[in-house]
């Protein structure tokens, strides 16, 4: 299972203009999203900090910059595990809404800073909360109800809702463009249009 709303395969390099066009076409036919606020946080070096939902961080390396908001799309690198170190669920390259994931992840978000790399301990109330959570591939449990949540996390880049928007717009315009000129438009690449026809079939 996947903590992401949109969850998008890696990419290969110089793929980037063209994933980013690709979450904003995704984020545009989701909608709904939930809105998830956060308490304000020390920020300290090297060692744990408690914020006051009851979120715990280390910084593992420290980014530079100013932090995502609520308002923006992530890309990150990250790996997902239970106390006992089991991992149930990682991605080298995902791209999400700050606000689409559980409301612990997205609180660690935006203490976050480009290039940073955190630990998150998130607790049950801020994670999936008391009930199981089922592989939909298996069935099994991936995630115990009540568990704590340990995530690394590298924040490696975002962007706000209008840039993503911004380039929606130009990306559909060029397709548009290259229509009319007779020519075939240059399609997304093939793991991005099929988690779009994904969700295009599930509306």
Do not use: C, H
């Not at 395969?9 to 076409?25: D, N, R, V």
């Not at 880049?157 to 000129?181: L, N, P, T």
């Amino acid at each position: 299972m996947s903590v992401t709303a949109v969850p998008i395969q890696p990419l290969k390099k110089g793929s980037l203009t063209k994933y980013w066009a690709a979450i904003a076409l995704v984020l545009s036919m989701g909608g709904g999203l939930a809105y998830w606020g956060t308490s304000d946080v020390r920020q300290e070096f090297g060692d744990v900090v408690t914020t006051p939902s009851g979120l715990r961080y280390k910084i593992m390396e420290a980014g530079e910059g100013p932090n995502p908001t609520d308002n923006d799309v992530v890309l990150v690198s990250y790996k997902g595990m239970l106390k006992d170190g089991t991992v149930f669920d990682q991605n080298p390259q995902a791209g999400f809404p700050v606000t689409g994931v559980v409301p612990g992840f997205s609180e660690g978000l935006k203490i976050m800073q480009r290039g940073g790399k955190y630990r998150l301990w998130i607790p049950a109330d801020l994670g999936y909360g008391p009930e199981d959570q089922r592989n939909p591939q298996t069935g099994e449990v991936a995630i115990p109800g009540g568990s704590e949540l340990t995530f690394d996390v590298e924040l490696l880049e975002f962007k706000s809702r209008a840039e993503i928007e911004a380039m929606q717009k130009q990306m559909q315009e060029m397709q548009q463009q290259q229509g009319s000129a007779g020519g075939a438009a240059e399609g997304l690449p093939p793991e991005i249009q099929a988690q779009i026809d994904a969700q295009m079939r599930s509306q």
